[in-house]
């Protein structure tokens, strides 16, 4: 159903942790979807959201990986984040303008060089700055690097989103809807419940298992008693992670479990009944797998 002049496309949002990402996702989206976890670099290659409006649809994917590489999960996360930005059709390179460029920001930099795709520089937390500062910082940045659009933002309070909404949106190419339009929008208790799933996954793991772990509803449905049943999977890529989400004994998988079934009830207001697979599925991060388990289902 591509209506004439519909717009649509995918958003690489890149910046180092701790500038704003999931804040600016949030505000978006106008809900908590986008994990707001302490821990750096366990967001993986996915889609945080879709924003859809009688104009344009925007799928914005995650970038993680974005760090210098240490051992061979890192260099894989390169490579992937490397073609999450080829992909794309605007990458959104997200700034604390509170703070001095880091070694972090330029080492993003670096990678966003012979990119063909264009660079929105967003400047976030303008709350924090002082506008002489500001300008100071979008010099430092403009030097290192030729952006399309700089455009400052509070992700916080909102300032300046609506706007950089509508930049994004001029870059997008005329294309379909991807995603049904409420899909995020009016019901998005799968999406949640798939978040919060996976969140208590990475909370109680440890650091080896954070990109390597996906989690897809399989079924979501009331009973006449009102209790929710929900069945989820829980994608790894390797048979040892498989057994350390497991856990001994299940123990490991029984407390995502209680800790997911606590918020998926908080969230629904009813009683939940949680069964949770883990299944080992090998490159489950290919994007156009992603794009299917996240909700484009023919
Ligand atoms: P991420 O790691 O890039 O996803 O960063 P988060 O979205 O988790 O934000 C990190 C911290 O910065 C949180 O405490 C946010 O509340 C805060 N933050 C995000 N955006 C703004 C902003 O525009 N202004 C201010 N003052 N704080 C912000
Ligand atoms: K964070
Ligand atoms: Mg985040």
């Not at 997008?172 to 049904?180: C, D, Q, S, V």
């Not at 006449?224 to 989820?232: I, K």
């Not at 998926?264 to 290919?286: A, H, P």
């Amino acid at each position: 159903m591509s209506e004439k002049g519909f717009k649509s496309g995918f958003i690489s949002i890149i910046g180092r942790p701790n500038v704003g990402k999931s804040t600016f996702m949030n505000k978006v989206l106008g809900q908590k979807v986008a994990i707001m976890s302490d821990k750096p670099q366990t967001t993986r290659n996915k889609i945080q959201g879709v924003h859809t409006t009688e104009d344009s649809q925007m799928i914005f994917i995650d970038t993680p990986g974005i760090h210098k590489p240490k051992h061979q999960l890192g260099e894989h996360m390169m490579k992937v984040a490397r073609n999450t930005l080829r992909e794309t059709e605007v990458i959104l390179f997200i700034i604390n303008a509170a703070e001095e460029i880091g070694r972090g920001d330029e080492y993003i930099i670096d990678m966003l060089k012979n990119n063909d795709t264009p660079i929105i520089l967003v400047l976030n937390k303008i709350d924090l700055v002082h506008p002489d500062k500001l300008m100071e910082q979008i010099t430092v940045y403009k030097d290192k690097l030729n952006f399309s659009e700089v455009v400052p933002i509070s992700a916080l309070q909102g300032n300046n989103v609506d706007h950089l909404l509508s930049v994004i949106e001029s870059y997008l190419p005329e294309g379909p809807m991807y995603y049904p339009e409420d899909r995020i929008t009016d019901h998005p208790e799968h999406f949640i419940v798939s978040e919060l799933i996976r969140e208590k996954v990475l909370h109680l793991t440890s650091q080896e298992i954070p990109h390597a772990i996906g989690v897809e509803v399989d079924k979501m449905k009331a009973d006449d008693n009102g209790t929710v049943h929900v069945t989820a999977t829980i994608y790894v890529e390797r048979d040892s992670q498989k057994g350390m989400v497991i856990g001994k004994g299940g123990k490991m998988l029984k407390e995502v479990g209680q800790l997911a079934r606590y918020d998926i009830e908080n969230l629904l207001g009813s009683k939940v009944f949680l069964e949770l697979w883990v299944k080992v599925q090998k490159d489950w991060r290919n994007k156009s797998q992603f794009i299917r388990s996240l909700g484009y289902r023919d």
